[in-house]
């Protein structure tokens, strides 16, 4: 509804230069242009966490994450455009803006997507509350109406975390630590019958974490580890942005 009323009353311009776009291109909130400028992730990377190669050495940035957190790739780097993009999403309320986010991550390969649900990073029950919505799950839902997968909202966050804006890749580490919950019950992925402890009924071969922006992958590791602890032996993860960190390029 809110969305339907945006549309009507905000003129058809890109959110991010303000050019008018063609009637045909109105339902878009990002103009080719501005599309056009986000410049793509791109291999040489790690294999698994997706991070261009360490000039010496293994990877140091997944080093510490979880064994079953597999793979996780995002589709182009937090600068310019394409901040501003996360940020109106985030703080500029337009949720629509998801889809023009979505349309780029869509192309990224993943291998073993094709069967997996798609876990949107939940949002603190205070931080939904200020946004009104939570900017992971819209840009897992664009995704799943493109891949036609589901998503499936197997993560609660228990705990509030400052922000992680400011902190050191270890920092961070420690901030989201115990962060998530599998939520069983809601999803009835764990069969009834089944002890407490046992491994859940997993419906899908894999998950594929989805939140909007990665910067250390200390969120996504924390939420493999919650799947990890409830049976989940594949973990993958997509984001619509990197964050360009000096120490690791
Ligand atoms: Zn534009
Ligand atoms: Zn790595």
Not at 52 to 67: I, M, S, T, Y
Not at 117 to 122: D, S
Not at 209 to 220: E, S, Y
Not at 224 to 247: H, K, M, N, W, Y
Request: aromatic share 6%; with cysteine; proline share 6%.
């Amino acid at each position: 509804m809110r969305e339907a009323i945006e549309q009507l009353l905000l003129p058809a311009e890109c959110a991010l230069c303000h050019t008018l776009l063609s009637f045909a291109r109105s339902r878009r909130i990002v103009c080719d242009v501005c599309r056009h400028r986000w410049r793509a992730v791109r291999p040489p990377w790690c294999d698994r966490c997706g991070q261009p190669e360490p000039r010496f050495g293994p990877c140091r940035l997944c080093a510490a994450w979880p064994a079953a957190l597999r793979a996780v790739r995002s589709a182009v780097w937090l600068e310019g455009g394409a901040r501003d993009a996360v940020h109106a999403l985030k703080y500029r309320g337009l949720a629509r803006i998801a889809d023009d986010l979505a349309d780029v991550a869509a192309g990224i390969a993943l291998p073993g997507r094709d069967t997996a649900g798609l876990v949107p990073i939940p949002l603190g029950r205070q931080r939904l509350r200020e946004r009104g919505y939570n900017q992971s799950e819209r840009l897992a839902r664009a995704l799943a109406r493109r891949w036609q997968r589901p998503v499936v909202n197997l993560l609660a966050r228990v705990r509030e975390t400052a922000t992680q804006t400011a902190l050191t890749p270890d920092a961070r580490l420690a901030n989201v630590a115990g962060a998530f919950q599998v939520r069983n019950g809601e999803c009835g992925v764990r069969s009834e019958r089944a002890p407490a402890n046992s491994a859940l009924r997993i419906p899908h071969s894999a998950f594929v974490l989805v939140d909007d922006v990665f910067t250390t992958g200390a969120t996504l590791a924390e939420a493999a580890r919650a799947l990890e602890q409830a049976g989940v032996r594949s973990v993958l993860a997509v984001t619509f942005g990197r964050a360009i960190l000096p120490d690791f390029t």
